[in-house]
């Protein structure tokens, strides 16, 4: 049988049942949204006063911050009800989540009325972070548990890359199957199958290195700032660490999912950490004052206002005050941070002799033996501890792969002597020959895990989509490169223009590399497509302003011009290039990276696109064809199908767009921006989109034609002086600064083609120029240096 998801229906709009709603309507499902009615109502009551519940908590999931949404207009896909009045709204839905409290009773109750309601072939799942799978399906038949599985995501559930899948012993095998693979392509989660075990994969080592981390902190005096100094980016950890992490995810969810867990896992030795006497003092007291974390306002760390200016402070966690940080310095950190391989930095680490040493030697080492005894009671492969850990948490590396960057034999006799034993089948995979719980071929590339249950290796399935830089240099497909780009063979006749420049920044290296990747696709017959993409954090921040400012404190601004010129000749032979290129960003498009995205022949971005024309910040304007791109996709359109239309209110929004350097929040905004086109497609999953870019490009390049340059409707004086009168007010309301209206008045200029006498159509060539000219004059204002070296120097723009 073919499955496929149009319409579901989430059952619970609290934060994480809003959440998943939010990410189903955005990737373009149907969803109906259901929770109980209003108290007090009854059926016939005014929909606003009987779905009250629904309608509140989706008013408050369009306020938060980040956005839970990509796009307002995705609210236009769900429908609000409540479950006493519409659930036959389910009869014709394909897949129903329960994202309901978290009372076995309850779940099984509202899954009796589901079973009466949902279409034979309904896929039902429940969110459930621990309780049985197979007792919440308990007693609905063999056809409801057939069907039914877990769905375990991650909150928020737009942002976090987890998604656990928990079939029990009933569940349909294609079934679960399907959900994988959905799971990974419509949604673009990473996804884990777990075994119906308390708390699965995520929440039972969350609960149990979490509790062993904090006991060992109280037992040995250490600090809420020194514990987090050492459990973060330091171990290849978020910045959140430990402490920081309960009072973001809400201390009392943490206490409880461990008080929950203890009597769950009987034949867990391990589970004493989730009792231990200090640690369950300090929980219960932090209940009982309130010390939730974020939402209750204090938790390991309390907000404070000090001279005006915002604090951290922290706990003391013997005298439970509030002390300001001391931001004690750590020398072991001092002597390793600087070590990039994370494997290699904890290796060094936990042989260091001192206090802090020993913490995360002991961290580890309960860590890592602990895992080797969940496998393959909680999941059958080693591959899915790892992975949970990192998509769940965004842990650099698992705990497997930390134990083969440490030593396995090494470390065994040293972790069992301090007490914490590891699983026998490890001993066995040692004594067997296998060094090592991941193998590698002859390229150093992973290749298969070693398998408890086959005392041998196996094959790593991989996707083919799955490109990565490292894999590319390590099969020695990089053809050119220099400081800032390289250049790699993707196979199938596509090339691949990769950055790796400081913060994914444009200097002229990776614009020569930009060059030399045009003049391969254009004469070697060997390539038929470009892919712009890369591994880095942020795929393009723009330009190095740094750079810009000391062209002008060095009276080099000739040098500045030949540096813009070039950028806007890259981007025009981008566009125009005979054989198709084709760009995936992702994360981060600003400034000269947004004008790179747009010279593509097709773009396919990451959904997290944070897209922006962002120049005006440090006091310039896009000078790099972004300008003229915003007029040809945004008035262009307008003035071909209607020649006598206003162009003033289409200009006005290029205007607004790039004067108040707006970012989109997703990869949809952004084409609601106009920095993606219609024709682009947008990808869930970050880690296929160079594979999703090359198909693209190889689609593109079937029967490709070339396009050529076009013109652009200058709307002339008239519009520029109607632009001017709407400057000069914000400016004399306050609204805008002198310097403000400045670059304002050069951008309507620009925008206007340079105030042409009379409306017309131009060359794509002069809105380049004077794009050129405004921002060379912007370059050398002192306020917008000032502008510039404030952003160099706290990272946010400065309004002068």
């Known amino acids: 049988m073919t499955y496929n998801i149009r319409k579901a229906a989430v059952i619970g709009s609290g934060t ?74 389910l009869a014709d839905v394909d897949w129903i989540i329960e994202v309901i409290v978290e009372k076995l ?81 419509v949604l673009g989660k990473g996804v884990v199958i777990c075994k119906d075990r308390p708390n699965f994969i995520g929440n039972r080592f969350m609960s149990m290195a979490g509790s062993q981390t904090m006991n060992y902190a109280l037992d040995n005096g250490f600090s809420v700032e020194e514990v987090d100094a050492i459990t973060g980016p330091l171990i290849g950890r978020p910045k959140t660490a430990t402490f920081r992490l309960n009072d973001l995810v809400g201390f009392d969810i943490a206490v409880y999912v461990a008080r929950n867990l203890y009597p769950a896992i009987p034949d867990d030795p391990a589970r004493a950490v989730l009792v231990h006497d200090k640690a369950s003092k300090l929980s219960q007291r932090m209940l009982d004052e309130n010390r939730l974390g974020g939402k209750s306002g204090q938790g390991f760390y309390k907000e404070v206002r000090v001279d005006g200016k915002k604090e951290f402070w922290v706990m003391n966690l013997d005298t439970f005050d509030y002390e300001a940080p001391k931001n004690p310095t750590i020398d072991i950190a001092q002597k390793h941070r600087k070590v990039k391989d994370t494997g290699q930095r904890i290796k060094l680490l936990i042989q260091e002799p001192d206090r802090f040493g020993q913490f995360l030697f002991h961290l580890h080492a309960f860590y890592l033996a602990y895992a080797s005894h969940r496998v393959p009671e909680i999941t059958d492969t080693i591959v899915n501890i790892d992975n949970a850990q990192k998509w769940g948490f965004s842990h650099e590396m698992g705990p497997f792969e930390i134990w083969d960057a440490i030593g396995v034999a090494e470390t065994l006799p040293q972790f069992e002597a301090a007490g914490y034993p590891v699983a026998q089948w490890v001993k066995d995979m040692l004594a067997s020959g296998h060094s090592t719980f991941y193998r590698r071929d002859a390229n150093g590339l992973v290749d298969g895990y070693y398998s408890p249950q086959a ?46 420049s400081q913060a994914a920044a444009i200097d002229a290296d990776l614009v020569e590399m930009g060059y030399k990747a045009l003049d391969m696709l254009e004469e070697q017959d060997a390539y038929k497509a470009l892919v712009v993409t890369h591994d880095g954090e942020r795929w393009c ?20 011009e030949k540096s813009i010129a070039a950028l806007q000749t890259l981007a025009q032979r981008m566009r125009y290039a005979s054989k198709p290129v084709v760009t995936a960003p992702f994360n981060m498009a600003l400034g000269g990276g947004v004008e790179l995205l747009m010279a593509s022949a097709q773009t396919v971005a990451h959904m997290e696109l944070y897209a922006g024309l962002v120049e005006i910040g440090v006091g310039l304007i896009p000078a790099g064809s972004g300008c003229m791109m915003a007029l040809k996709r945004v008035l262009n359109p307008v003035m071909e199908s209607s020649p006598n239309a206003d162009p003033l209110p289409h200009l ?45 490009a190889l689609a593109l390049a079937d029967g490709y034609q070339a396009r050529s340059p076009g013109k652009i409707w200058a709307a002339g004086r008239d519009a520029y002086a109607a632009m001017l009168v709407g400057i000069e007010g914000f400016r004399e309301g306050g609204f805008a600064s002198d310097h403000d209206a400045l670059i304002s008045r050069k951008l309507a200029y620009l925008l206007t083609g340079g105030a042409l006498s009379q409306p017309q159509w131009v060359d794509e060539q002069l809105i380049l120029d004077l794009e050129r000219e405004a921002f060379l004059s912007l370059a050398g204002e002192p306020k917008t240096l000032e502008r510039i070296g404030y952003m160099l120097q706290n990272n946010k723009p400065l309004r002068n």
């Open 541 to 560: 921040i723009g330009a190095n302003v740094f750079m810009v400012m000391m062209a002008v404190n060095n009276n080099m601004l000739g040098d500045l």
């Open 16 to 89: 994480m049942g809003g959440g998943i709603a939010a990410l189903l309507a955005g990737v373009g499902i149907e969803t109906v949204l259901l929770d109980i009615p209003a108290k007090g109502t009854q059926p016939g009551d005014p929909p606003a006063k009987r779905n009250a519940i629904v309608n509140d908590n989706v008013a408050r999931l369009q306020k938060m911050r980040p956005a839970q949404m990509f796009s307002p207009a995705d609210l236009s896909r769900v429908r609000l009800g409540n479950i006493d009045d519409h659930l036959g709204w």
């Open 652 to 696: 006005t929004k290029v205007f607004q767009k790039i004067a108040t350097a707006k970012v989109s929040e997703s990869a949809t905004l952004a084409r609601e921006m106009g920095y993606l086109a219609a024709g682009d497609k947008i990808v869930m999953n970050r880690s296929l989109l160079a594979g999703e870019a090359k198909a693209a």
């Open 105 to 185: 009773d309850v779940k099984q109750s509202l899954m009796a009325k589901l079973a009466e309601v949902a279409r034979p072939n309904a896929l039902i799942t429940s969110n459930t972070s621990g309780i049985p799978i197979k007792a919440i399906a308990e007693g609905l038949g063999d056809d409801f548990a057939r069907r039914f599985m877990g769905t375990h995501f991650f909150n928020p559930p737009r942002y976090l890359h987890l998604l656990e899948v928990i079939p029990h012993e009933k569940t349909d095998p294609a079934l679960v199957q399907f959900m994988v693979e959905f799971g990974k392509n």
């Open 455 to 500: 005392a041998a290796y196996v094959a790593l399935e991989k996707d083919k989509r799955d490109i990565k830089v490292a894999a590319l240099k390590a099969t020695n497909r990089r053809v050119a490169g220099n400081g800032s780009a390289s250049l790699y063979d993707l196979g199938d006749g596509v090339l691949q223009w990769e950055f790796h």
